[in-house]
T-cell receptor
């Protein structure tokens, strides 16, 4: 069964803190892994996509890593800001081409 | 580049009524997806189109849900009759290369 687990389910941090969001998946034959951001009542915004041949991707204050052998990915957010408050979703694409999503981590950054 | 467009943004209906959602993908994207996102859950794929054809509809409740993509561009997702458990956000996404998917703002459906 294809499953994605995201830990923690919710996280509250003070502004300026560095933080790590975790994602684990059961399918070892993945094509890529994607991190999304979802604001309340909005659609999904793609943050980073890591191809199966890559180990990490960076965009600004965000860094995502992928370890296929252990079935894990992490999203690192540096110097968090209140505007980073959102739900972060991890999803992988396996052999069936569809994205399999986790339930997300709800992040709150307090000023 | 215009993003994925969806309408309506919000819809409230009573159970047993019917409803339809519309999606216009990014120009040139051959693959179109419909996802259902129940509150507190990640999105779940309902149906995937490649141009006009259905690639995957294994999780589409076919007794009440239907979808079509005429001319390989716009798509419509219909629910008839709706049940309370259909309350969710319905997300449309499109893809050029079968890898990176771009999502629309979604339609929030409330069934009372």
């Amino acid at each position: 069964k294809q499953e994605v687990t995201q830990i923690p389910a919710a996280l509250s941090v003070p502004e300026g803190e560095n933080l790590v969001l975790n994602c684990s998946f059961t399918d070892s034959a993945i094509y890529n892994l994607q991190w999304f951001r979802q604001d309340p009542g909005k659609g999904l915004t793609s943050l980073l996509l890591i191809q199966s041949s890559q180990r990490e991707q960076t965009s600004g204050r965000l860094n995502a890593s992928l370890d296929k052998s252990s079935g894990r990915s992490t999203l690192y957010i540096a110097a968090s800001q209140p505007g980073d408050s959102a739900t972060y979703l991890c999803a992988y694409q396996g052999g069936s081409e569809k994205l399999v999503f986790g339930k997300g981590t709800k992040l709150t950054v307090n000023p | 580049e215009a993003g994925v467009a969806q309408s309506p943004r919000y819809k409230i209906i009573e159970k047993r009524q019917s409803v339809a959602f519309w999606c216009n993908p990014i120009s040139g994207h051959a693959t179109l997806y419909w996802y259902q996102q129940i509150l507190g859950q990640g999105p779940k794929l309902l149906i995937q189109f490649q141009n006009n054809g259905v690639v995957d509809d294994s999780q589409l409740p076919k007794d009440r849900f239907s979808a079509e993509r005429l001319k390989g561009v716009d798509s419509t997702l219909k629910i008839q009759p709706a049940k309370l458990e259909d309350s969710a956000v319905y997300l449309c996404a499109s893809s050029l290369d079968l890898y990176e998917q771009y999502f629309g703002p979604g339609t929030r459906l409330t069934v009372t």
